[in-house]
């Protein structure tokens, strides 16, 4: 055993340890976020000039067409693609492009991705950003988790993840956009109504019906009794629910109670009391959460102790529909956050404690239209426009 | 002893003797009751060690809405379920490890729990389900109230009395076995 000192000591040098992996994480959050940005900028810039290239050999084809040459050598306009003056601003060249190099048609040098390519200059600079104060979120480096870099989802081949544009980031726009939707990261305005219990568990729905935890004579577990506006009392057994703690107890409109016991730290047990059918369900897992409009309930059921070897954890919903399951032994951490129609699932995957990554799975289709790396997106919620 | 705000508070001025004066006075009673929830003195030690790492590091608000004492217990909690939940599958312990257990955690409780009828009612405590364990240090050697027990185990106050009750006739039988009397029962 330490003795107070050495603690102490200890202590404060694994704080300025953890101090410093902050400040590096934050370094290097900011250099990613530069290069997302420099690769996202030169993809413009290479689709543009293809654009070019291609209106360029139109253009050519056209004159051939019109003097009635067969040949089709117009590839060499691709050529001029290697000249493209995006690229000269992203290798850091001051000068702008000489018209020479520009494809047929563009006298002037200027189009929006170049620049767009010119403005992410000082972001590709990693010398600067090395020297910026981690801790000024204002310096458009990537601070916050809102502008960690991007990495292209993987588990949608299929149906190709068009990634939001960099400057979204700095805009709070979408994450991602498939042409018809784009989805959004908010942080969480109208979260989940959690009513502090109060020192007798009774809570109380908008019309003044009371919920309370009573117990059952004889038995461990507990009754939930309901006493309606007129004083008509109602009581549903909770019969071989058990649970050590109470971590949430609230109404759901006037017809719903549903409470969270904590029964281990890797397991809890939520009820959903009905009160017109005086009836109950019990649901075993982790992150309960609702979709906006309180239909479907969707939690996390997670891998069994002391089991056999690594298993998988699965984001099921109330009628235990599977819609993700983990690689065995990876684990789904922190929360749930869905949009308000329950289309979409954000959830955090960890394979261990360096490898943490936020996903956002479509629940119809039950593929993962985006994927992101070294993130945490707690206390935010998925908006779809 | 209530001088952990102060204390709390000079540390957030920038006084590093602030944190030192916190571990001096909570650290081996913090053990003991995350010990509860480890079962190794080992391991309730480093997460005694993570508590004060993350009051260092986070530096979290101290509101005073209950006594110092108690949201440095719920800390420490708060940080024994993290690891519970993060290690649940890997804990191993060896024979020889088991050994240097029993022996630190019998010099820890001779240097803060003193008398022998404490020391004895610890170890009959250890037999017991953890969250009896945490319920019964918690009053007992802790002196906490329901209340400040409740918020510390956030559960309700009335949680808290059942839960001490079935605690302390638990303890009551096993003490029983050994022939032992305890008047705080």
Redesign the interface.
Known sequence: ??D??E??E???R??RK??EK?RKRERQLAVWTASAAAALALAAVIGVGVMYGKSSRGAADHEREAQGSSSLSGNDNLSGNNDLPGNDNLLGNDHLPDSDNLPDGDPSGHSPASDKASGNRDAAGSEEIFERDPSDSTNGAGNTADSVSVTPGTANEKNPITKAPDTAKEDDGPIWSDGEKSIYLRKKTNGYPAQE?G???AVFSPSGKKAELI?VEGWSFQALKVTLEDGTEKECKLTDVFF????DFCWIGEERVVLEG?RN??LNVYIVYHLEQNSFEEYYGLFFTWDGNYDKLYYVQPAP???AG?ASEKIADQEETIYYKTEPGERLVDTLILDEKGEYIGFFVEAD?AKRSFAILNCETMEILYEERNVNYNDAEIIVE | MDNGASSYRRFLDGDENGIVEIIRDYKDGLILYLNGFTQNIHTAEDLMEDTFVRLVVKKPKFSARHSFKTWLYTIGRNVAIDYLRHSARTILTSVEELQNIESDEAGLEQAYLREEQKIMLHRTMNRLKSEYQQVLYLSFFEDFDNGQIAAVMKKSRRQIENLMYRAKMSLKSELDKEGFIYEGL
């Open positions: 055993m330490k107070y000192r603690v102490a200890s202590v404060l694994r704080s953890e101090a902050r219990p020192p007798d568990s117990p050590s703690s109470l971590n904590h730290p890797s102790h002391f089991g690594p404690e």
